[in-house]
């Protein structure tokens, strides 16, 4: 996703097929790597079904701001650097959590 996002700024048209694949599989592939890690790190069925729930309501809602916040800050810096910039630092965040969740540990109630 970093490098589709890191493409949009440096070649915006040029590679317009390219960064929308790149964004494409990495998100693609973030989503289905999250909803799996969500079930293999859970000691059981009922806390992967409340971690699921968590986790999708919070990621839905996040999700769903990020359109109109970047539309914001398109508008108050009248270009796109910025909020693609923004975007690259999600993708950092994104990094940091996947490494959480990536750990060798399990939750819930047979996680031992």
């Known amino acids: 996703m970093a490098l589709?996002?890191?493409g949009l700024l440096i070649a915006p048209v040029g590679g317009a097929w390219v960064w929308a694949t790149l964004l494409g599989l990495g998100q693609g592939g973030a989503?289905?790597?999250a909803l799996t890690?969500?079930?293999?790190?859970?000691?059981?069925?009922?806390?992967a079904a409340r971690l699921s729930g968590m986790a999708q309501t919070w990621g839905y809602l996040l999700?769903?701001?990020?359109?109109l916040v970047l539309g914001a800050v398109?508008?108050?810096t009248g270009g796109w650097t910025v909020p693609v910039v923004l975007l690259l630092c999600v993708c950092g965040a994104?990094?940091?959590?996947g490494l959480g969740a990536g750990r060798d540990r399990r939750i819930g109630a047979s996680a031992g």
Do not use: C, F, K
Request: hydrophobic share 60%; net charge neutral.
């Open 31 to 33: 989503l289905g790597l």
């Open 4 to 6: 589709g996002i890191a």
């Open 74 to 76: 398109h508008q108050m």
């Open 63 to 67: 999700a769903a701001a990020g359109p």
């Open 37 to 47: 890690l969500m079930v293999l790190r859970s000691g059981d069925a009922h806390t």
């Open 94 to 97: 994104l990094v940091l959590l």
